[in-house]
């Protein structure tokens, strides 16, 4: 897998968000991605999800060109901003029906997946009645399941302990031995410390390589 952002622009109105991207993403590594506030780090993650479209330039997942062929990246699964889930069904439930929309895997994986972010004993309580962190670990979860070959997490540690921080770290470096794309954004020095094999800024309206493994 290998995703290629070539020459992207983003403007909103007169406001130029992004300019003149260029940034090539290989599976088998952690990028991380880091900028004020408000610099477009989370237009850039959408971009690359297709949730907004690029006013010129391209994005291609093995080749393929996704806004020309209007499609989603298939393969890819994102946290941006904060989880969003019904908030009347538990965790679990929000996680099978997300499940039930492809149909590729059991209620054993997605129990697996619980299991693994650290909220299995939680799993029968309402949405609405979970934690920050909990809401955080579940829109983890989601990330994770199907085994997808790119995640695309934005402050994915929000509202975490220290424990559920260091599972989660365990959790992308075990994915990143799979041979999957992780691209995190992140304002914590120590997850781009232990985690990122590039570091990549952005800047005025660009991006910019500050570090690589």
Do not use: W
């Not at 992207?8 to 590594?29: A, T, Y």
């Not at 904060?82 to 997605?110: M, T």
């Amino acid at each position: 897998m290998k995703i290629e952002v070539k020459n992207v622009f983003k403007k909103f109105g007169d406001n130029l968000v992004l300019e003149d991207i260029d940034v090539e993403f290989e599976e088998g590594k952690i990028y991380g991605l880091i900028g004020k506030n408000g610099s477009g780090k989370s237009v850039f993650l959408k971009i690359l999800c297709a949730f907004y479209e690029p006013s010129s330039g391209k994005v291609l997942y093995d080749g393929q060109d996704i806004f020309k062929e209007r499609v989603f990246p298939k393969d890819t699964r994102s946290l941006i901003e904060k989880p969003c889930f019904l908030p009347d069904l538990s965790g679990r439930e929000n996680l099978l029906l997300l499940a039930s929309i492809q149909n590729k895997i059991s209620e054993v994986e997605v129990d697996e997946t619980l299991k693994k972010v650290g909220l299995y004993e939680d799993r029968n309580k309402k949405y609405h009645k979970y934690s920050l962190g909990m809401k955080q670990k579940l829109g983890i979860a989601q990330v994770l399941i199907e085994e997808p070959k790119v995640l695309i997490l934005d402050e994915a540690f929000n509202g975490l302990d220290e424990e559920s921080a260091q599972n989660i770290r365990s959790l992308l470096l075990e994915e990143k031995a799979k041979q999957k794309i992780i691209i995190l954004a992140t304002h914590m020095k120590e997850d781009i410390e232990m985690l990122c094999d590039d570091v990549y800024q952005i800047k005025n309206a660009k991006i910019e390589k500050i570090s690589e493994s």
